[in-house]
């Protein structure tokens, strides 16, 4: 599995940005694909996650309301739109990609998403939010 992140920039808070995750190699029909931010300092945390069969969703409390993810199993795609960009959300954003369900399927029953359950990870994106 490979993952390329793309869209990442600079903008003003309140801003907006859609970040890109072009996904090779996997089976959208089968696995889940995530989010996770790590900001300078601090641990990487999950933001957000799909699982592209049934467009199953997860978000974390922080970005509840301003981010949405969906994805296009026909490019192979997954998107994270951001709105109401905050300066806390300043930060390398991933893709994580793995070919079982449950990684997503536990955070959206409340546990939260482990960066310890994805097998595949990109480069990451930069997304800094100034104030």
């Known amino acids: 599995v490979q993952l390329v992140e793309s869209g990442g920039g600079l903008v003003p808070a309140g801003g907006s940005l859609r970040l890109s995750c072009a996904a090779s190699?996997?089976?959208?029909?089968?696995?889940?694909i995530a989010w996770f931010r790590q900001a300078p300092g601090k641990e990487r945390e999950g933001v957000s996650c799909?699982?592209?069969?049934?467009?199953?969703?997860y978000l974390a409390n922080s970005v509840k309301g301003r981010f949405t993810i969906s994805s296009d199993k026909d490019k192979n795609m997954v998107y994270l739109q951001m709105n109401s960009l905050k300066p806390e959300d300043t930060a390398t954003y991933y893709c994580?990609?793995?070919?079982?369900?449950?990684?997503?399927?536990?955070?959206?029953?409340?546990?939260?998403?482990?960066?310890?359950?994805?097998?595949?990870w990109g480069q990451g994106t930069q997304v800094s939010v100034s104030s």
């Open positions: 994580a990609a793995d070919g079982n369900e449950y990684p997503c399927l536990r955070a959206v029953l409340g546990h939260g998403l482990l960066k310890t359950e994805f097998g595949s």
């Open positions: 190699g996997f089976t959208f029909d089968e696995g889940v």
């Open positions: 799909i699982r592209p069969s049934d467009t199953t969703t």
